[in-house]
């Protein structure tokens, strides 16, 4: 049977849902001006193949390369803003919000593909609720980003994970984010000003946490296994109504296991609900289809706009 587009059905599927999880993708942030991965001009794998680019082993190969690859998302990451979607998502962690449009859900988990942080930081912004007289669990507890966030480093030495917001993790790296971008006369980066465990300012210690071995991004690369997906697969094998967000990647033959979710939710008899900017492959399985920009179609089939208004006064008109 197509998809149903009717917001009012929805709605009331959603009042009746007992376990509502999300899963997001680059769509999501579209709006934010992050490119998305695949489907615009200005997507991100146009011109690499990220097999060879997303990889731990081209990390081992090329270290400069990926991070000045991953220093410029990063420094482009750190000036986007959230944008309704984000915020209209947040809201299902707002006990308030939750009761009066899906009294019946556990608290549902937004779990997010992207690198962005920028749901992470809509959900910090929350103000902490009591749910009765049970402590709400920080909204962060509310969000997996189940393949990592761009602003977490970790050594690959002594393996200290540390997120940082700071606009420069390395100077060397700052520098060629400034040079202009045609490639041949980039300044030349050496191994030892990449980022490195206890900063620039490292003087020899091998204490944890400042022991001078090499950060990487903690973010997950193709053939790493996404370090919470059995938590996931769990959650999704309990889980009767799954909002898919601006993911391409509805049927497995896309970014796994990220693809499969959607199906086995299907197949526990759980319901899909899609929006997505157009059609989506596999899109046709979902009981629910609102075909739009999420930034617009959220805020609006959710009917949170009001609260959105009230929980974030200062952000102009999302
Ligand atoms: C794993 C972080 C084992 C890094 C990412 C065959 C050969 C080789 C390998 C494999 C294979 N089959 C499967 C694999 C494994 C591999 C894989 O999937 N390869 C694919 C490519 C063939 N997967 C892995 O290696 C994964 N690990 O499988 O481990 C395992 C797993 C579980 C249990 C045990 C063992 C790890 C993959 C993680 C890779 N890292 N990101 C970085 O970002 O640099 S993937 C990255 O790409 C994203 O995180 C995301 O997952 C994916 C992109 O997908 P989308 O987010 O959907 O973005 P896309 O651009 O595709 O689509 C955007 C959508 O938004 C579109 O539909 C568009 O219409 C819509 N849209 C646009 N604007 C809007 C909008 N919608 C609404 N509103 C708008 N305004
Ligand atoms: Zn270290």
């Given at each position: ?18 376990s ?28 690499f ?49 939750l009761?009066?449009?899906a ?22 912004s929350l ?36 997120r ?23 300044p ?32 997950v ?43 086995q ?38 009917q ?15």
């Amino acid at each position: 049977m197509a998809p149903s587009s009717d917001q009012g059905s929805f709605r009331t599927a959603l009042a009746q849902a007992k376990s509502v999880l999300i899963l997001s993708g680059a769509g999501l942030s579209a709006a934010s001006g992050i490119a998305t991965y695949r489907n615009a001009d200005n997507s991100l794998w146009n011109n690499f193949d990220p097999q060879k680019l997303a990889t731990p082993e081209a990390f081992k190969e090329n270290p400069i390369g990926m991070w000045t690859f991953y220093h410029r998302r990063r420094a482009e990451y750190l000036l986007a803003k959230p944008n309704p979607a984000h915020y209209a998502l947040a809201t299902l962690a707002h006990a308030p919000t939750l009761t009066r449009i899906a009294p019946f859900t556990t608290r549902p988990v937004h779990i997010t593909q992207n690198v962005d942080a920028l749901a992470l930081r809509v959900l910090e912004s929350l103000p902490a609720t009591q749910d009765g007289d049970s402590e709400v669990p920080p909204p962060a507890e509310a969000i997996i980003e189940m393949h990592g966030d761009i602003f977490v480093t970790r050594c690959t030495s002594c393996q200290h994970v540390q997120r940082s917001y700071a606009p420069e993790l390395a100077a060397a790296l700052t520098a060629l984010e400034k040079a202009n971008s045609d490639e041949n006369d980039l300044p030349s980066v050496t191994l030892d000003q990449l980022p490195k465990c206890g900063g620039d300012a490292w003087a020899g210690s091998n204490r944890y946490g400042r022991c001078g071995g090499l950060l990487r991004p903690e973010v997950v690369w193709f053939g790493e296994v996404p370090p919470r997906s059995g938590e996931i697969a769990r959650k999704m094998s309990g889980c009767d109504m799954l909002l898919v967000v601006g993911t391409s990647s509805i049927v497995g033959d896309l970014v796994r296991p990220a693809a499969d979710y959607a199906a086995q939710v299907k197949k526990n008899g759980g319901s899909l609900a899609v929006f997505n900017l157009g059609r989506s492959n596999g899109d046709e399985e979902a009981d629910f289809l609102f075909v739009g920009p999420c930034e617009e179609t959220l805020p609006e089939v959710l009917q949170v706009q009001e609260d959105m208004a009230i929980l974030w006064p200062k952000v102009e008109a999302i």
